[in-house]
């Protein structure tokens, strides 16, 4: 068995007297396909969030690829990250946002190209092919020369994903990444990932809503309850034979609310 | 009958000194802008210090005295100035303080979540405010940018108090010479309106240009 991709330790973090992580640990192994569930404010966007270092943490450590994410190692002592050890890290991370955040002055191509060009120094020729290749992939070469004001939640998000795919990183994480989006929108945005998912060894870590999507696409599930995994498994097991009365609890609520498992 | 023609020739010298004054005022105050601005927003402690003492002491103290200081208080110092270098330093450096506040404001009203595709794609500080963040808030700073240029096209008469032969001193040299108020002052009136016309004309077109694909319309 290889060794995890993956590795949170312990982790606290609170929002003022909030607690939102109340020491949570877990693994995920390379090529994983994760789905974090759970009622909202149970801390599953946050733990994405703390990977992709846009929270800090307050407590434990995180083990990125073998490689402390939140210190580093120096003559034996671990140091709080600087910002050149956190630019480093970040290279084997990407996130999707559920609201897209793409870059409203910069043309669908532009903001598929700008980090490769800054951050890896790829010549624009260069980027601009992988661009258009993963534009391809997620089905918006077409759109390439639009602005993000011109397409739709369901193209916008498409567009993110190629963004954030286009630095080739190890692990991808999608917080919420279907939320936001007019139900019909939904499926064109989940088939990319099934696509993604199928063609890619990249370890994805999921945060969703979408129970049906979860199931199919997750190698394992984690189900979210104040700050802790309360319980986790294989997809059939949690959305099938929850064992945990709080998940029992939280899938009926879905169900009842019209999800489909 | 008063030879108005030669007199009208004095005027328009003196909208020449005020266009260059504004122009070069303008310059300076946008630079000071630009680096108090982006100094109230950086993480390092003394930068936001200096921008602030900066911005507060220009924005609290009258372009009047500001002028004179330059002009008469500096040489005392060693610093000699030309009525139109102290007359530029002073202009860029009270209207900078207050467009500094403007800078500073569209930065920080720029939305949090483009501030963390910058993190998520692994864009350096610098890189993401001047690939992302920038170009979105000049957006935002230029309606703004434009009344301050007005501001500062207005605040040029002062410098006729140190008896640079703008606009608004050659007007007094016309009433003066000829004892009529009317015409000098209601010519520099029409003068002074063209030009904020054509500072607000020329700003909102420029708008319009930057706005352009932002709301989905561009072709």
């Given at each position: 068995?290889?060794?995890?991709?993956?590795?949170?330790?312990?982790?606290?973090?609170?929002?003022?007297?909030?607690?939102?992580?109340?020491?949570l640990?877990?693994q995920?192994?390379?090529?994983?396909?994760?789905?974090?569930?759970?009622?909202?404010?149970?801390?599953?966007?946050?733990i994405?969030?703390?990977?992709?270092?846009?929270?800090k943490?307050?407590?434990?450590?995180?083990?990125?690829?073998?490689?402390?994410?939140?210190?580093?190692?120096?003559?034996?002592?671990?140091?709080p990250?600087?910002?050149?050890?956190?630019?480093?890290?970040?290279?084997?991370?990407?996130?999707?946002?559920?609201?897209?955040?793409?870059?409203?002055?910069k043309?669908?191509?532009?903001?598929?190209?700008l980090?490769?060009?800054?951050?890896?120094?790829?010549?624009?020729?260069?980027?601009e092919?992988?661009?258009?290749?993963?534009?391809?992939?997620?089905?918006?070469?077409?759109?390439?020369?639009?602005m993000?004001?011109?397409?739709?939640?369901?193209?916008?998000?498409?567009?993110?994903?190629?963004?954030?795919?286009?630095?080739?990183?190890?692990?991808m994480?999608?917080?919420?990444?279907?939320?936001?989006l007019?139900?019909?929108?939904?499926?064109?945005?989940l088939?990319?990932?099934?696509?993604?998912?199928?063609?890619?060894?990249?370890?994805?870590?999921?945060?969703t809503?979408?129970?049906?999507?979860?199931?199919?696409?997750?190698?394992r599930?984690?189900?979210?309850?104040?700050?802790?995994?309360v319980e986790?498994?294989?997809?059939?097991?949690?959305?099938?034979?929850?064992k945990?009365?709080?998940t029992?609890?939280f899938?009926?609520?879905?169900?009842?609310?019209?999800?489909?498992? | 009958?008063?030879?108005?023609?030669?007199y009208?020739?004095?005027?328009?010298?003196?909208?020449?000194?005020?266009?260059?004054?504004?122009?070069?005022?303008?310059?300076?105050?946008?630079?000071?802008?630009?680096?108090?601005?982006?100094?109230?927003?950086s993480?390092?402690?003394?930068?936001?210090?200096?921008?602030?003492?900066?911005?507060?002491?220009?924005?609290?103290t009258?372009?009047?005295?500001?002028?004179?200081?330059?002009?008469?208080?500096?040489?005392?110092?060693?610093?000699?100035?030309?009525?139109?270098?102290?007359?530029?330093?002073?202009?860029?450096?009270?209207?900078?303080?207050?467009?500094?506040?403007?800078?500073?404001g569209?930065?920080?009203?720029?939305?949090r979540e483009?501030?963390?595709?910058?993190?998520?794609?692994?864009?350096?500080?610098?890189?993401?405010?001047?690939?992302?963040?920038?170009?979105?808030?000049l957006?935002?700073?230029?309606?703004?940018?434009?009344?301050?240029?007005?501001e500062?096209?207005?605040?040029?008469?002062?410098?006729?108090?140190?008896?640079?032969?703008?606009l608004?001193?050659?007007?007094?040299?016309?009433?003066?010479?000829?004892?009529?108020?009317?015409?000098p002052?209601?010519?520099?009136l029409?003068?002074?309106?063209?030009?904020?016309?054509?500072?607000?004309?020329g700003?909102?077109?420029l708008?319009?240009?930057?706005?352009r694909?932002?709301?989905?319309?561009?072709?």
């Open positions: 068995m290889s060794t995890p991709i993956i590795k949170v330790d312990a982790i606290s973090k609170s929002f003022g007297s909030f607690k939102v992580l109340d020491g640990s877990m995920v192994m390379p090529g994983e396909k994760l789905a974090l569930i759970g009622p909202s404010g149970s801390g599953k966007t946050t994405l969030r703390i990977l992709m270092t846009l929270e943490i307050d407590g434990g450590h995180i083990q990125i690829d073998g490689e402390q994410l939140y210190h580093m190692e120096r003559n034996g002592q671990l140091l990250a600087d910002e050149r050890h956190l630019t480093k890290m970040r290279q084997k991370i990407g996130m999707v946002f559920q609201l897209f955040n793409l870059f409203p002055h043309c669908v191509m532009d903001n598929v190209t980090a490769p060009m800054l951050t890896k120094g790829t010549p624009r020729a260069a980027a092919k992988r661009a258009m290749e993963l534009l391809d992939m997620v089905g918006m070469a077409d759109k390439a020369k639009s993000p004001a011109q397409l739709s939640g369901g193209q916008k998000q498409r567009v993110a994903i190629a963004r954030a795919l286009a630095l080739s990183p190890k692990i994480l999608f917080d919420e990444v279907t939320s936001a007019d139900p019909e929108l939904v499926e064109e945005v088939n990319v990932m099934r696509k993604l998912a199928a063609e890619t060894d990249m370890t994805m870590l999921l945060v809503h979408e129970m049906g999507f979860a199931h199919d696409f997750a190698d599930v984690l189900f979210f309850d104040r700050g802790r995994i986790e498994g294989k997809p059939d097991e949690i959305f099938r034979h929850p945990q009365e709080r029992q609890g899938l009926k609520k879905i169900i009842a609310a019209g999800h489909r498992v | 009958m008063t030879q108005w023609s030669g009208l020739g004095l005027i328009l010298q003196g909208a020449l000194v005020t266009i260059e004054l504004t122009l070069m005022g303008s310059v300076l105050a946008l630079i000071m802008a630009f680096l108090a601005g982006m100094g109230r927003v993480r390092f402690f003394a930068l936001r210090w200096l921008a602030t003492v900066y911005i507060e002491f220009f924005r609290g009258s372009i009047f005295v500001q002028l004179f200081f330059a002009y008469f208080v500096l040489p005392l110092i060693g610093l000699e100035l030309t009525p139109l270098q102290a007359g530029v330093l002073a202009l860029g450096l009270n209207v900078g303080a207050y467009a500094a506040e403007v800078v500073r569209a930065i920080q009203s720029v939305g483009q501030y963390e595709a910058c993190i998520a794609l692994n864009l350096g500080r610098w890189q993401g405010m001047r690939h992302v963040i920038l170009p979105q808030a957006l935002i700073m230029l309606p703004t940018f434009g009344n301050n240029a007005i500062l096209l207005k605040a040029t008469s002062v410098v006729s108090l140190i008896s640079l032969a703008d608004t001193f050659q007007a007094q040299v016309v009433r003066s010479q000829t004892g009529n108020t009317l015409v002052f209601t010519t520099i029409i003068i002074y309106f063209a030009l904020a016309l054509i500072i607000s004309w700003v909102r077109s708008e319009r240009r930057m706005a694909g932002l709301d989905g319309v561009r072709v």
